[in-house]
């Protein structure tokens, strides 16, 4: 069976550097951090009182009232970015086969906020249990897609999926694969992820897993750097419309660049650490080249997980040198979570729309907050620092690496 070819033909997103694309990529390219101080709840006796949040935004702009009690935050960030990535692509609903149009949606955790609320009404009540009826639909990790196909009266494949931070990408790989075997002409993908909240920040706390320079906060996302220690927590969302090259090339629709290939993998080693060779992300790299049909030397940009936590950006370092060999020293590499925090579920989306951007136009966005590379990583590797670099970029590789050692990679090109 002859595999279909898959574009981009649209892009959206809500993240803590833009409310749409255009706001996103400008701060991307000048190095942006989108950290602030927590302001939504008292953040007194938590040991991460900062986090990169979505800014100037107030859902009553996009939806009615009583959307909004149905629509957790999560939700109400994957609609909107949906929203303007529809408007992006052209793509009309009543133009297009709705049975062949389908959402696969991503979050890694879900309905966080909704959930924080009923549990806090509960326990502070008099045990008596009166949960909202929009509870659960506001709390499950699938919901977004089932709105956004309501919304759009998408009819094709519908499901999210979830594993932890490598959940966007995932889906991306699973929209790919839909459309490539005939059961769908265009998908609506992406993540959306709204765990700023006492329950998120506290829980990742406990895990030590995110930074706690509190006085440095602006700057507290280090990738690569030697003082890093640990991740900043993000949110938001990021969608792309998917289609099936001829179908787009039909109605004449903008193509930002070819969705060539994705791959996936298992650390199977430890809940949260990954192999310290970084076994798991060099296996995530190669299936992805394979599944591309490329070769390493044909990669010009990798956008790496890059989260700033102790052992994963060594992992990841050294995963990259074992794939690419001497041509890693040739490639651009950055973390542009070092300016949007870590979106969790979400990352895989918005990581993946400013490899898609650089592909679009031969830009490299910045690692920001490198000032000393921890000695562990090989100082030849071009980590971008700093500030963006103009190069031709033929295609760009996009990593995200999950709790409980889910790994998925994906490649775009240009055309």
């Not at 007194?44 to 009553?60: E, R, Y």
């Not at 909004?68 to 529809?86: G, R």
Request: glycine share 10%; proline share 4%.
């Amino acid at each position: 069976m002859e595999m279909k070819r898959v574009v981009v033909t649209g892009i959206g997103t809500i993240n803590p550097l833009g409310n749409n694309i255009q706001e996103y990529w400008v701060n991307l390219e000048n190095g942006v951090s989108g950290c602030e101080l927590i302001t939504s709840f008292d953040t007194s006796k938590f040991k991460t009182k900062f986090a990169c949040m979505v800014k100037n935004f107030d859902p009553n702009n996009y939806f009615d009232r009583k959307e909004v009690k149905k629509l957790d935050p999560y939700t109400q960030f994957a609609l909107v970015a949906v929203e303007e990535a529809m408007k992006d692509s052209g793509l009309n609903p009543e133009a297009i086969d709705l049975d062949m149009a389908g959402v696969i949606w991503a979050s890694g955790i879900g309905g966080l906020q909704a959930l924080t609320e009923e549990m806090r009404g509960y326990f502070g009540g008099d045990g008596t249990p009166r949960f909202s009826p929009f509870f659960i639909p506001r709390m499950i990790a699938d919901i977004a897609a089932g709105h956004i196909s309501m919304k759009y009266g998408f009819r094709g494949p519908n499901f999210s999926t979830v594993s932890a931070c490598a959940s966007a990408t995932n889906g991306i790989i699973c929209a790919l694969d839909v459309i490539r075997t005939g059961k769908a002409n265009v998908v609506i993908t992406g993540g959306s992820e709204a765990s700023v909240n006492e329950v998120g920040v506290a829980g990742f706390n406990a895990l030590q897993a995110l930074s706690t320079n509190n006085d440095e906060y602006k700057t507290a996302s280090r990738p690569f750097d030697a003082t890093r220690d640990g991740f900043v927590m993000g949110e938001g969302a990021g969608c792309f419309i998917l289609e099936e090259y001829e179908h787009a090339k039909a109605r004449g629709a903008k193509i930002y660049c070819e969705l060539a290939g994705g791959g996936m993998s298992a650390d199977a080693y430890h809940l949260t650490a990954p192999h310290p060779e970084g076994f798991g992300a060099r296996k995530v790299m190669e299936n992805a080249l394979r599944d591309a049909g490329m070769k390493p030397e044909d990669i010009d940009y990798i956008n790496v997980h890059g989260t700033a936590t102790p052992l994963g950006d060594i992992a990841e370092a050294k995963a990259i040198i074992q794939v690419f060999g001497e041509h890693a020293y040739k490639l651009n590499i950055s973390s542009t979570k070092s300016m949007t925090g870590h979106l969790l579920g979400a990352a895989g989306a918005i990581d993946a729309l400013a490899a898609v951007m650089a592909v679009y136009k031969d830009v490299i966005p910045p690692t920001i907050n490198l000032n000393e590379v921890d000695p562990e990583i090989d100082s030849k590797l071009n980590l971008t620092p700093n500030v963006a670099q103009k190069r031709t970029v033929r295609a760009a590789l996009s990593n995200t690496f999950g709790f409980g050692g889910h790994n998925a990679s994906i490649i775009v090109k240009k055309m």
